[in-house]
């Protein structure tokens, strides 16, 4: 009946966890304020400074800013920034001016110098929706090349600073503005692989550049 209960004779468990040790995070904080370089605190992955970009007032501390007109910084591939599992964050804070056009701001393209389908294995921009205003974007590519892009559903006024994460579990790809959940898209498998540098501020062709600021 209910409520009774006993005891088995002793039995064993033997618990085997094998985790492997984390991967230091990719971490630019754009503190040096001077010169043509930064470094990434984790992975030492270093960023080149392309035309006009430049040293500038960030969103704490120093940042950098674009004209829109051929400026980006750009990293060689590395293992660590050529993610291929499925799993990453992506984040940044930013200050765009209005172009009337995309602006991209964190991408990992797909081919450096040309601008070929499907473009990018993963990609943190801006699509243009009026003189005033934009809204934040996030795309992942899998390994199948099945490409998702979420949209967020709130919009940002150019001039205004604003934090842009974009999250990818291996289930959904998501967007969050300042800090809320504002996206969500189903996608699963690993991130699409290519030995291609990693950009700020443009796309591989490159293109499709950003007015503003980055932190």
Known sequence: AAGNFGYSGTNSVSISNVVAAPS??????????TGTTSTDEGAANVLTFVGNAA???????????????????????????????????AACWVKLTNQSTWQQILAKVHTAGSFASPYFSWHL????????????????????????????????????????????????VKIYVNGTL???????????????????????GPGEYMKGVID
């Open 24 to 33: 230091a995070p990719i971490y630019w904080p754009l503190s040096e304020d």
């Open 55 to 89: 040293w500038d007032d960030g969103r704490i501390g120093a940042g950098i800013s674009f004209d829109g007109t051929g400026d980006y910084l750009t990293a060689p591939n590395s293992s660590s920034l050529n993610i291929g599992d499925a799993d990453f964050t």
């Open 125 to 172: 921009f801006a699509g243009h929706n009026s003189t005033t205003n934009f809204t934040p974007m996030f795309q992942v590519v899998n390994a199948s090349s099945n490409s998702v892009n979420i949209a967020s559903s709130v919009q940002v006024l150019y001039g205004d600073w604003v934090h842009l994460v974009g999250v990818y579990d291996g289930v959904n």
């Open 182 to 204: 504002r996206g969500t898209a189903a996608q699963t498998g690993n991130v699409l692989q290519r030995t291609q540098p990693f950009y700020v501020g443009a796309h591989g």
